[in-house]
């Protein structure tokens, strides 16, 4: 992947907050996989569950989660005092974690067992996926992978997933309603790693439209999300044409935004005498930290008038004109 800026925030291999619950070697048999689990209650019927699995991946999974979804949880018995047994069950299409344990103070501890969902297996290999390991699988159910999810992919044509992709894709919240969205647009990334990086930084096809209504409609995923990561918006490019600069390239308003240039960091530059510079010396002053003091107290020494590539230079070797 070349721009996959967000991703990795934003898999199941986060890193669960420190605890007291100790942390114990996952163990293993031919199909199931058991770990430590810690559980917190949380406001608005929520609750915090963290799956500590230690094995080669040394992957951890933290999630919050309606207090529903894990079945036979007591919610009100979380808080009472005392320790009181724990039960409950986390059922997901690719297997199934079931947890046991004990409660005390609103936290509870113990551990689950996971077990793969022999059909998701199968589904997965039929399409010519993958024969899931039971750690693959573990990681599948934690990030909610689905066969509606394969189901779209192949229904929008997108190259076939091997299971750790499956995984990305889910873990970055890729979704049925999300590809069917960005179809019935007219769009669709060519990649799964460009779905990944639409996905990652949420570019929507509502956010697609916006470009295009700028000027901007036939940039490819690349230039896309290029624009998204440094937060370009419609009303950032209409800045820059109300600055006087139009009709610039997708890379330069890149560049732009990367850098936070905004109108009134080139109208300080235009009201000492630097009106209408070029893009990359708007670029070149800010990197340099180039700022309009710099340049009078430049012209308090007599050092005036200076180009915009010397005030840069003489920025680079250091000139401290105070």
């Known amino acids: 992947m070349t721009r996959t800026l967000a991703v990795c925030a934003a898999l199941l291999l986060a890193t669960a907050p420190n605890s007291s619950a100790s942390i114990a070697t996952a163990t293993y048999n031919s199909t199931s996989i058991e770990a430590q689990f810690r559980l917190t209650p949380q406001t608005n019927g929520r609750v915090q569950l963290d799956l500590y699995r230690r094995d080669l991946l040394h992957a951890n999974m933290s999630s919050s989660f309606p207090a529903g979804d894990l079945a036979g949880l007591d ?31 609103a936290v509870a501890t113990g551990q689950c067992t996971f077990t793969p969902d022999p059909s998701f297996t199968a589904m997965l290999q039929s399409h010519g996926i993958g024969n899931p390991t039971v ?13 509606a999810l394969v189901d779209a992919l192949a229904a929008n044509r997108y190259p076939r997933p091997d299971i750790n992709e ?3 894709l889910s873990a970055v919240n890729v ?28 570019v929507s096809p509502d956010y697609i439209d916006s470009l295009r209504r700028a000027g901007y409609g036939k940039l490819d995923a690349e230039g896309i999300v290029g624009l998204k990561a440094v937060g370009v918006s419609p009303a950032y490019i209409e800045s820059l044409g109300a600055a006087g600069y139009h009709d610039l390239s997708a890379e330069q308003i890149e560049q732009l935004a990367a850098l936070k240039i905004d109108p009134q960091f080139i109208q300080s530059f235009a009201r000492i005498g630097y009106a209408n510079l070029p893009v ?39 000139v401290d004109p105070k």
Request: charged share 20%; hydrophobic share 45%.
């Open 175 to 202: 979704t049925p309603k999300f590809i069917t969205a960005l179809t019935a647009r007219g769009y669709a990334p060519a990649s799964l790693d460009n779905l990944v990086d639409f996905a990652a930084l949420d």
């Open 135 to 147: 750690g693959q699988s573990y990681d599948l159910t934690a990030v909610g992978a689905t066969r």
């Open 280 to 318: 990359e010396t708007l670029v070149e002053l800010k990197a340099m930290d180039v700022t309009p003091e710099f340049v009078l107290n430049l012209k308090r020494h007599g050092l005036q008038p200076l180009s915009a590539e010397k005030l840069a230079e003489l920025k680079a070797i250091g």
């Open 166 to 168: 499956l995984v990305t």
């Open 75 to 105: 919610v009100a018995s979380l808080n009472e005092p005392g320790q009181r047994p724990v039960r409950f069950a986390i059922v997901r299409e690719p297997g199934r974690f079931d947890c046991a344990g004990v409660g005390s103070g």
